[in-house]
């Protein structure tokens, strides 16, 4: 089976813009869950999706949002973007919602 | 909230050592994660475990519930296991279906 693929992998964004980042979970997942790394805060969680319907979410702003599809596929996007939104956004897969997840290789986005 | 404390934060060993590392956590879990990040970003689960101990090849890991501790050790370590290695735990309640809370990584560091 194919893994988990992010896109795009690398991003330069100016302040104030948006960006959109997506997730392929492995096939039959249906759980995708993201999360951001930076060098301060280290891993946190973002939110996560399963069947199309966020079930959970972390303490971000409402700048952060997104959205999964009937595929299982994954959208998250950042609006307004500031310099603190520079980090790797990760996205996880799972068969369901207490299962083992499997990690993508990252989104690594840069704000300048 | 679940609160992860993970020990050494640093630890830099020869090759052919026994390694351990720590992780504490401060609410009832269902399930606590290892995962293994190298240089690059990529990160792969390790293990997943509720109770007891699991092992794979050179790698074990142990939880007890009651003192809310985890072990990770690596035996016969070798350079390839140089990598940042992060425990995670449920957010809240311990439910399965919580997103994760991370401790701050160990970087571990196995010198030939």
């Known amino acids: 089976k194919a893994g988990v693929t992010q896109t795009p992998r690398y991003l330069i964004k100016t302040r104030g813009q948006q960006v959109t980042l997506s997730c392929s979970p492995i096939?039959?997942?249906?759980?995708v869950s993201w999360y951001q790394q930076t060098p301060g805060q280290g891993l946190q969680f973002l939110f996560e999706?399963?069947?199309?319907?966020?079930?959970n979410k972390g303490n971000f702003p409402g700048r952060f949002s997104g959205r999964q599809f009937s595929n299982s596929r994954s959208e998250m996007n950042v609006s307004t973007l500031e310099l603190g939104d520079s980090a790797l956004y990760l996205c996880?897969?799972?068969?369901?919602?207490?299962?083992?997840?499997?990690f993508g290789p990252g989104t690594r986005l840069t704000v300048t | 909230k679940n609160e992860v404390e993970q020990s050494p934060q640093n630890l830099t060993a020869q090759e052919g050592e026994f390694i351990t590392i720590n992780c504490s956590y401060s609410?009832?879990?269902?399930?606590l994660h290892w995962l293994q990040q190298h240089p690059g970003g990529g990160i792969v689960s390790l293990f997943m475990?509720?109770?007891g101990k699991k092992k794979h090849g050179r790698l074990i890991a142990t939880i007890n519930i009651q003192e809310k501790h985890s072990s990770l050790h690596i035996t016969a370590s070798h350079p390839r296991d140089s990598a940042v290695y992060i425990c995670a735990v449920p957010m809240y309640s311990g439910g399965g279906a919580d997103g994760l809370t991370f401790g701050k990584g160990t970087h571990l560091i196995i010198q030939p």
């Open positions: 609410v009832g879990i269902s399930a």
């Open positions: 999706y399963f069947s199309e319907t966020q079930r």
């Open positions: 996880a897969s799972s068969p369901d919602r207490v299962s083992e997840q499997y």
């Open positions: 096939s039959g997942h249906r759980s």
């Open positions: 475990l509720s109770s």
